[in-house]
């Protein structure tokens, strides 16, 4: 791909990304496809799932993949089928669906708290060929989980602020870490999730910083006659520094990474990766213009509950026509501005938009159009989105 292609060339968060053309998404008979469509090309799927297979030196068993991303059965299955059948979720319907594909070893990777503790475990009984557990912070929340053979990693704060215990607290995991013990419990090992560090300037030193300070919690564990099995850094942001941090190497620890983002790969991730990776879009939404409200603008069918707004506006890059820039939209209204000397998209025409942030945008569908060689194969739900009934028929 020519990276000079004014059709191929956008940018993201000021960052040039050449992404494919529309030609890679168009689908035959387009004129029957009622949009706003998400459409997964498991072509594409399974290149990115090779290309990051690859970059851990051909050891799948390196990756635990986050399905928040996926959602979608067969793409989970796809992941197993090439080797990557340890995952990790945020909710027990990812983890029911996690399991229903075939997943050995599944990581529920948020608090679990309340109700939801008992129906982790009872999904972890009904799918008992999968090993599951779960995050703990405090030695209160060991207790909940006594005898239901969901295993307990420790959630260790690299910084984010968001859930956990902070990285320099080493007694405080200690003593979660000896509880899980004492509770007759399989202790998992560490789980660190450090999506703060963020791109710019020295963030490849930053994220060593936190794995340093990691190494030393692991030393302190193992002194104190806590074995480790299992370290995870690294969503999608941070990858490449774990890849690039040479004292995971050798330890008596598995070290694993756990982006998911990259089973897709948005908008951002091609910005933020480095493109020799060959990593592409495998998930858009197509979309159409259904009005010419004004001189230099058009309207798509694409609001924020179609592509998701949460990494900000533009929601996405459109493919083949990075001319077209796409505005803050409305629920179910993308405005999109048409620069001055170029011809705005008839009304009908369909444009397939790439996601800034495609796991949310995943969740906003029901039903996904798989699509090889240009033709819609099959329409599969979106298993995974959402939540499960409040209450369930038994209670």
Not at 1 to 22: F, Q, R, Y
Not at 175 to 184: P, Y
Not at 232 to 247: C, V, W
Not at 354 to 360: I, L, S
Request: proline share 8%; hydrophobic share 45%.
């Amino acid at each position: 791909m020519n990276a000079m292609d004014a059709t191929k060339t956008h940018v993201i968060d000021g960052t040039p990304v050449v992404l494919p053309g529309d030609e890679a998404y168009r689908v035959g008979r387009e004129d029957e496809l009622l949009t706003p469509a998400l459409l997964v090309f498991p072509e594409i799927v399974d290149a990115n799932i090779r290309a990051i297979v690859g970059l851990l030196g051909g050891d799948a068993g390196r990756w635990r993949a986050h399905v928040k991303s996926a959602k979608i059965a067969s793409v989970m299955r796809q992941l197993v089928e090439a080797g990557v059948s340890n995952l990790k979720c945020a909710t027990p319907l990812e983890l029911r669906v996690a399991c229903d594909a075939g997943a050995s070893d599944v990581l529920v990777a948020y608090p679990v708290v309340g109700p939801a503790v008992a129906r982790v475990a009872e999904i972890a009984r009904a799918h008992r060929a999968t090993r599951v557990s779960a995050l703990v912070e405090a030695e209160p929340a060991v207790a909940a989980w006594r005898g239901t053979g969901v295993g307990l990693f420790v959630d260790v704060n690299p910084g984010m602020d968001r859930t956990g215990i902070a990285d320099t607290a080493v007694e405080a995991i200690a003593s979660v870490a000896r509880a899980i013990a004492r509770a007759g419990i399989r202790f998992g090992g560490l789980h660190y999730y450090d999506g703060q560090v963020g791109t710019g300037p020295g963030w490849e030193a930053r994220a060593h910083a936190g794995y340093d300070r990691l190494i030393e919690v692991v030393a302190a564990l193992e002194k104190a006659g806590l074995a480790v099995p299992e370290v995870i850094t690294a969503g999608t942001p941070a990858f490449a520094a774990s890849l690039s941090y040479p004292r995971f190497a050798g330890r008596r620890f598995l070290h694993r990474v756990s982006p998911g983002t990259v089973v897709y790969c948005d908008a951002t991730s091609a910005a933020q990766l480095p493109p020799e990776w060959g990593l592409r879009p495998a998930a858009v939404v197509a979309s159409r213009v259904i009005s010419h409200p004004a001189p230099g603008r058009v309207t798509l069918d694409a609001g924020h509950k179609s592509v998701s707004a949460d990494a900000g506006v533009p929601t996405c890059a459109i493919a083949g026509v990075p001319w077209l820039t796409p505005l803050k939209p409305s629920e179910e209204h993308l405005p999109v501005a048409v620069p001055e000397g170029r011809d705005a998209p008839p009304v009908g025409r369909v444009l397939y938009l790439v996601p800034r942030h495609v796991c949310p945008t995943v969740n906003n569908f029901d039903h996904a159009a798989i699509v090889r060689e240009g033709r819609i194969e099959a329409v599969e739900a979106v298993a995974a989105r959402g939540r499960e009934r409040p209450l369930t028929a038994a209670r």
